[in-house]
């Protein structure tokens, strides 16, 4: 890395989003995280619309800030410090503007992408997973055809796909989605499209809400397709390549997974540290005991390990070097130092951190979804395993 210092536009970014987040959108998140799962507040949302950076890497040519991958990265850091589900509300904005920007059409950018960079809030979703397919995507059951669910030719000549994807953040209140689906069971990366789908579109219906333990600002809906058709106009990619757009999607957006977490793990840190130099036991602050002052120097150290690790595979993003490798121990990292931060500064903060409420209760739920996202830790160590 031959550089860390950030430029004076980063920088002047990082002070108007900390301003942001400090006094609008932290306070917030603990509200709306209270209140029920199944109804999106748009204006948290909108306090990052205001800025155009619910979607920070759509192209500047289609009303986007262009941000590359490491200046996302700082914001996302930022953003989940104050609202991890608003964190995830943008990753998923940035997933489903991915494979557009990688392999759309001049006609589906010029369609789609202009529609996240407005100041009222809009946003897309990413479906990919389904109950029986989760880490393993070949196994999906959601297929495109050219024929209806019961057999019969479709005269229009449209894809007709029937199916369903769970756990899909914004699919409830997204302008559009990117979905997924098989063409042939067979063939399991060459038989996959991509298809951009306008919110609203017949066939394509919310059947559940999903009431998540953390992240709960997100909206998280499972989808069911009924012969939901489509023309050709709407696949994304030449014939073939849904799968290498797919790939390179979960590769880049795993270095904002991790970015995400090393947010997270920072505010129970920040949380920890603070409250660790007031609260005073047997006459001094608790801080002052090594077993505590030491937990907080290793979780400093650790974070700091992976800030690293994420500002590398972004670099190496942003330069189209070898990337996967990089994105993948970033997103362990991140998830993982979210997960030891929460919980350590839980037990900084005593029996106040445990109570319902308090913010490091809140950052150790929403600390515990990273592993489990954006592929799971497990499969990222397999990507890795098999670069060795
Ligand atoms: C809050 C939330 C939001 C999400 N948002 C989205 C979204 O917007 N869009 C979307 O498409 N998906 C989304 N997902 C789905 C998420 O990507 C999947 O949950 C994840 O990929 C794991 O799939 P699974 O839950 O089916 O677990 P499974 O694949 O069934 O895995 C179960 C366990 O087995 C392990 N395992 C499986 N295979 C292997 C292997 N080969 N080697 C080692 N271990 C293995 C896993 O690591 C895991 O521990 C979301 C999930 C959650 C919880």
Known sequence: ?????LTRDQESLLEELR?????????ASLELDRAGDDRFDFSLAGFLAGLNLLTPTVPREYGGRGLDYFTTALVLEEVSAGCAGLAAVVTANIHAASPIILGGTD?????????LTRPDPNLAAFA???????????????????????????STGQWVINGSKDYVING???EFIVLFAATDPKNKKGGMMAFVVPSGTPGMSVESVRNKMGIR????????????????????????????????????????????GVGIARAAYECALKYSKERVQFGRPVYSNQGVSFTLAELATKIEAARMLVWKACWLIDRDLDYTMASSMAKIAGSKVAVEAASAAM???GGGGYLVGHPVEKYLRDARVLPIIEGTDHIQKAVIASLL
């Open 128 to 154: 990919l997973t389904e109950s029986s397919s989760g880490s393993d995507i070949g196994a999906m059951q959601s297929f495109a055809s050219p024929v209806r669910k019961d057999g019969r030719a479709n």
């Open 19 to 27: 301003e942001l987040v400090g006094r609008k959108i932290a306070p």
């Open 217 to 260: 600002y997100a909206n998280t809906v499972r989808l069911v397709f009924d012969d939901l058709k489509l023309d050709g106009n709407y696949v994304i990619g030449r014939p073939g390549s849904a799968y290498l757009l797919l790939m390179q999607t979960f590769d880049r957006g795993r270095s904002l997974a991790g970015a995400i």
């Open 172 to 174: 409830g209140v997204a």
């Open 107 to 115: 006609h589906q950018k010029e369609a789609f992408l202009p529609r």
């Open 347 to 349: 037990e900084i903060c």
């Open 1 to 5: 890395m031959p550089d860390f210092s």
